[in-house]
């Protein structure tokens, strides 16, 4: 049973910078799985943030980069905004007949 | 724009059946593959199943194999996710999401969702 783990939930004040990390129990994350990275608040859909680990969508913020660091694949939030208040989920790609895992969610409070 | 519909959610008794569509918008929906992702009341988004952009191959999460089934209809520009056998457990907001990616790239992950429709599971 593949497992994808984020932390539970991070606390950062306005203005400054954040990671948040995703790893796998099947080893280091490399850019073979696919990062995907998505932005919730409460009530809303899912929005996507960044895929392949480092790309980000055309609507997605300068203040959102993606990376690997440390066997893991990282979402870091710069610049910290009021409105970036919510819940961040990775997701990894690992083909086969069960390709996809989503993490288990970072909730992020900006205070 | 680009946007996706889903439908078909209610509230259904445990072994019982339902049907949900998602229906597509603003792209060339036959180019395309779709995700089905689902999450449970106060939990975390898990994934449940995704087809290719012309229906030849699937995939499921274990934790619904055999249970459910994806389909699409390009001619209707519309995806759906047939639930049998349900369990109080299958309760969630399900959401259909496209691939960024068109045609066998589907590993690049997904862009846009749609807002969800919600099935409740209970006696």
């Known amino acids: ?111 | 724009q680009v946007q996706l519909v889903e439908s078909g959610g209610g509230v259904v008794q445990p072994g019982r059946s339902l049907r949900l569509s998602c229906e597509a918008s603003g792209f060339t929906f036959s180019r395309y593959g779709i995700h089905w992702v689902r999450q449970a009341p106060g939990k975390g988004l898990e994934w449940v199943a995704m087809i290719s952009y012309d229906g030849s191959d699937k995939y499921y999460a274990d934790s619904v194999k055999g249970r459910f089934t994806i389909s699409r209809d390009n001619s209707k520009n519309t995806l759906y996710l047939q639930l049998s056998s349900l369990r109080a457990e299958d309760t969630a907001v399900y959401y259909c999401a496209k691939t960024y990616m068109d045609l066998y790239y589907y590993y690049f992950g997904m862009d846009v969702w749609g807002q969800g429709t919600t099935v409740t599971v209970s006696s």
């Open chain 1, 1 to 111: 049973q593949t497992v994808v783990t984020q932390e539970p939930s991070v606390t950062v004040s306005p203005g400054g910078t954040v990671t948040l990390t995703c790893a796998s129990t099947t080893g280091a994350v490399t850019s073979g799985y696919y990062a995907n990275w998505f932005q919730q608040k409460p009530g809303q859909a899912p929005r996507a943030l960044i895929y392949t680990t480092t790309n980000k969508h055309s609507w997605t913020p300068a203040r959102f980069s993606g990376s690997l660091i440390g066997g893991k694949a990282a979402l870091t939030l710069s610049a910290v905004q009021p409105e970036d208040e919510a819940e961040y989920y990775c997701l990894l790609f690992y083909g086969g007949a069960h390709p996809w895992v989503f993490g288990g969610g970072t909730k992020v409070t900006v205070l």
